[in-house]
């Protein structure tokens, strides 16, 4: 069978078994050779792996999640890792020839899964107005026409620019360099659909939107509690971590609505009782938490400790800390006083005994760290959970001391890095300054878009120009009818990319893919070899070597396509050294050491074994650079979301078969759902009391409620029933599938991220 047929499928054929009781194990190593084989072969699989995440290798192009500092194992990575991997590293090739016999209306036809699985793209591509299928451009014609473009607008505010979390610190600089050059801070990144809940909480509650532990520290702490985080399927290397933390006597609390296999039970295939024992249990405790109820756990949690510290003067409260390091505590304090713990039970669906034995557990610890990603992030209430969290961390010390503090767990590799280099549509004045500073600009000081307000533009006629960086924004975005009808609104939209997804199928008036080098190949510009830097989850910024041979000559590194599409754009005489720039990314590193705060010396402390730590006030010596020179206690109303009558609150999710919008395969062996995806996993109880059997088809439409009080509504049709222990109320389904469910307006508040852990849906018999 061709591979243009082979990965067809019909999801009548999905085949539905039980949920796994562990994460990893052999399955895990059997998966990553298999995969690796089939895309690679053996020879470049074993060439390949051996250099992931080592320092002489490369970063993995997936999750963002350190290395232990010092202690790297032979085989650093992980299932995931290794699909990420072989996906970029393929030997399959998506060429002019394919697509002169694929139109774009095929595309359109075709799975995110078919897609992404037919190889490398190799050549420059441009789909003219009017044209049923892309044809072959040169690259200095590609930049004309890129420019053209932009230089026909009324302003520079009516182009976006859109960044992928792949790509590399250098890129990344030279990239936000080039956007602000040509006048406009329209930079909608993927952190805007992800994290920007985290970064938004914690600059106002600790002055900084990062995570504030490290490894290290995790193995310290003695109690963790992961919130509204699958570390199985989305960062299975932190599993490795969480292992060694109960060994030295870590209690791990998992808070989380699905009982993922992840938080149950790890088994290192690295080690013989991950291969013939039982492996390791991870979580001590696991709350089933309805969805959208962590604000309310968070806030019923202070309550009690509060109640504690009241009973017993001084035993609870970090009292010496709160008064020389933080404000806001006295009003946060009988704020909480005045929760309701009966609310906070009917929102969380858990326990009086299960709150006040967390509760306890919080008490007893002396180095806590709390862990969390989408699942709070992507909520109405996301920002508030997320400040109601570090407050229960802040009443007890636990910022700024080893073992202890925040870990928002950033998904795609070098995410955090992005927004270091400046990729934010609202950069504070201090790196404006030092960025023109630095090159003979003026940067535009009004605030540009983020994700969420580049689509309402695009569809509202403000902007005509659409560049991406990388990712696939069309699957990574909500309302997708919305979206796609707006990319084609635009005049013009233009890739960077290094495989084929569905965001090449839906184009402006023309579209343009350009193919970029991935993390895995070797980058030979301006007749070197190139290196490039990539920031982790907690602050570590450290090299990435690419080595293998790019899929075709007409490959360029995406910091090359940003510093020539700016000569084309900007003139030879621009200000900014493009040139040096493209053949010279030591040159690069010079000017960030200048203009970013924290990368002093940047070419020669990188270059170190294990890179460099970034500066963390809060955790270096318990500085908080915040409105106030405080950590500060935020009092929230509480927030969560009852399920209407004869409806359901959905989440949509990965499987254990896709990273972020990718899809690997059609097997989330850890949820027992083969051969498939479209699935609504749904308490079992809940399919008998809508009228439903198991294996009924059903379309899923979501409603929103408008301002005015009418509902607006969206559908995806024919979803498989599955029964699956979710608490009563509350489904799951995978994503892309499932974001034409998501209205656009709805949105976390402050952070703008689309909600998609909390769609009102009812289920409809097809």
């Known amino acids: 069978m061709s591979t243009i047929d082979r990965y067809e499928f019909d999801e009548a054929d999905v085949v539905v078994t039980h949920e796994k009781s562990y994460a990893a194990g052999v399955p895990a190593v059997k998966v990553s050779l298999q995969r690796g084989i089939e895309q690679m072969g053996v020879v470049r699989t074993a060439r390949t792996l051996v250099k992931l995440n080592q320092r002489n290798g490369f970063d993995c192009p997936g999750c963002a999640w350190p290395e232990t500092p010092g202690h790297r194992k032979h085989a650093e990575f992980c299932e995931n890792g290794a699909k990420a991997v072989a996906e970029e590293a393929t030997t399959r090739r998506v060429d002019p020839e394919f697509f002169a016999q694929r139109s774009v209306d095929d595309l359109l036809t075709r799975t995110d899964y078919w897609l992404g699985q037919q190889g490398r793209l190799t050549h420059p591509m441009v789909l003219r107005p009017g044209s049923t299928h892309y044809t072959p451009i040169g690259w200095a014609d590609a930049y004309r026409l890129i420019a053209d473009e932009l230089q026909a607008l009324d302003t520079p505010d009516a182009a976006a620019f859109y960044t992928s979390g792949r790509t590399s610190n250098e890129a990344a600089f030279v990239y936000q360099l080039l956007i602000r050059a040509f006048g406009t801070n329209n930079m909608p990144d993927c952190s805007n659909m992800c994290h920007e809940s985290s970064g ?35 960062h299975p290397r932190m599993l490795s971590v969480l292992e060694k933390a109960k060994a030295n006597g870590a209690r791990v609390i998992a808070i989380n609505p699905l009982p993922e296999a992840g938080l149950l039970r790890f088994k290192d295939p690295q080690k013989v009782h991950g291969v013939v024992g039982d492996g390791v249990s991870i979580a ?86 709390i862990c969390w990603a989408m699942g709070l992030t992507q909520q109405t209430h996301g920002v508030a959970t997320i400040q109601d969290a570090t407050s229960l961390l802040l009443m007890r010390g636990m910022i700024g001391k080893p073992g202890a503090g925040v870990c928002p767990v950033r998904g795609h590799s070098n995410v955090q890095g992005d927004r270091t280099m400046g990729i934010w549509e609202k950069m504070p004045e201090s790196f404006l300054q030092a960025l023109d500073a630095e090159f003979g600009i003026t940067s535009p000081r009004n605030h540009g878009y983020d994700a969420v307000d580049a689509i309402r533009a695009m569809r509202d006629g403000k902007v005509g120009v659409f560049m991406a960086m990388g990712g696939n924004f069309v699957a990574a975005t909500p309302d997708t009818e919305v979206t796609e009808a707006a990319l084609r609104r635009c005049s013009l939209t233009v890739q960077v990319s290094t495989k084929l997804n569905r ?111 970034l500066p963390h006030p809060p955790r270096d010596d318990r500085r908080f650079e915040t409105r106030t020179g405080k950590a500060n206690f935020v009092a929230h109303e509480l927030y969560w979301l009852p399920v209407p009558e004869g409806r359901l609150i959905l989440q949509t999710m990965r499987s254990h078969d896709q990273y972020n919008t990718t899809i690997y395969g059609l097997d989330d062996r850890y949820r027992g759902v083969k051969g498939g995806r479209r699935v609504i996993l749904i308490n079992a109880d ?45 489904a799951a389904a995978y994503y892309p599938e499932t974001n034409p469910l998501v209205p656009l307006d709805h949105v976390a508040r402050e952070s703008n991220t689309p909600v998609s852990k909390a769609v009102t849906i009812r289920l409809e018999r097809r």
């Open 503 to 613: 965001s090449h199928a839906v184009t402006g008036r023309t579209g343009l893919i350009l193919p970029s080098l991935g993390r895995t190949d070797k980058d030979l510009s301006g007749g070197r070899k190139q290196l490039v830097t990539v920031e982790d989850s907690m602050s570590v910024v450290h090299l990435s070597r690419g080595s293998l041979k790019p899929a075709s000559d007409e490959l360029r590194s995406e910091v090359r396509i940003v510093c020539e599409l700016a000569q084309t754009l900007l003139g030879a005489e621009h200000a900014v050294p493009w040139a040096r720039f493209a053949s010279d990314y030591d040159s690069i590193r010079d000017s960030i050491s200048r203009v970013v705060p924290g990368f002093a010396d940047f070419n020669t402390r990188v270059r170190q074994p294990d890179g460099f730590v």
């Open 284 to 369: 001590d405790e696991f709350l089933q938490i309805r969805i959208g109820g962590d604000q309310a756990l968070f806030q019923g949690l202070a309550k009690l400790l509060l109640d504690a510290e009241d009973l017993t003067p001084g035993s609870v409260l970090d009292q010496a800390f709160i008064d020389e390091h933080c404000a806001g505590f006295d009003d946060y304090a009988a704020h909480m006083r005045k929760v309701d713990l009966d609310e906070v039970i009917r929102a969380t669906g858990l326990t009086r005994e299960q709150l006040d034995e967390t509760a306890e557990a919080l008490i007893r610890s002396s180095k806590t760290i």
């Open 686 to 730: 809940d399919i008998a009391a809508l009228g439903f059997a198991e294996g009924d088809r059903v379309d899923l439409i979501s409603e929103w409620t408008l301002q005015d009080g009418s509902i607006e509504e969206r559908r995806a049709d024919d979803f498989r029933l599955v029964p699956y222990p979710t608490p009563r109320g509350n």
């Open 200 to 234: 938004s909480a914690l600059v106002d509650s600790i002055g900084i939107g990062k995570g504030s532990v490290s490894v290290p520290d995790l193995e310290q702490a003695d109690l963790i509690l992961i919130a509204g985080q699958n570390p199985g399927t989305n």
